[in-house]
């Protein structure tokens, strides 16, 4: 920044030119990695919106489990128990070529 700063003819100024150069290389390696960014989000978008039905009829489960609690204490079901029911039916049911 001094260079630029103090420099009164950049264009004539070997360092300033230099800076400038390495700035532009900087600035196209920023936008190139941004630009790589911004379609790994798109893809990540894609995959979470395909496991969208998943989870919501799972959280419906879920919620209906630990409301068997309010029937009657002796249906309290945990966190962990509802974890091993869900890999359970995961491991049981059909592969899928939707999604891996």
Do not use: W
């Not at 264009?11 to 532009?24: E, H, M, R, V, W």
């Amino acid at each position: 920044m001094h260079t630029l700063q103090n420099s009164d003819d950049i264009l004539g100024d070997a360092t300033g030119i230099q800076i400038l150069q390495n700035a532009k290389v900087v600035s196209d390696d920023i936008n190139k990695k941004q630009a790589i960014a911004e379609k790994t989000e798109i893809e990540i978008d894609e995959a979470r919106t395909g496991y969208k039905p998943v989870a919501m009829k799972t959280s419906g489960l879920f919620f209906c489990i630990s409301d068997l609690a309010n029937i009657d204490p002796m249906y309290q079901y945990s966190l962990d128990f509802f974890k091993q029911l869900f890999v359970q039916a995961i491991m049981s049911s059909e592969k899928s070529d939707d999604l891996d």
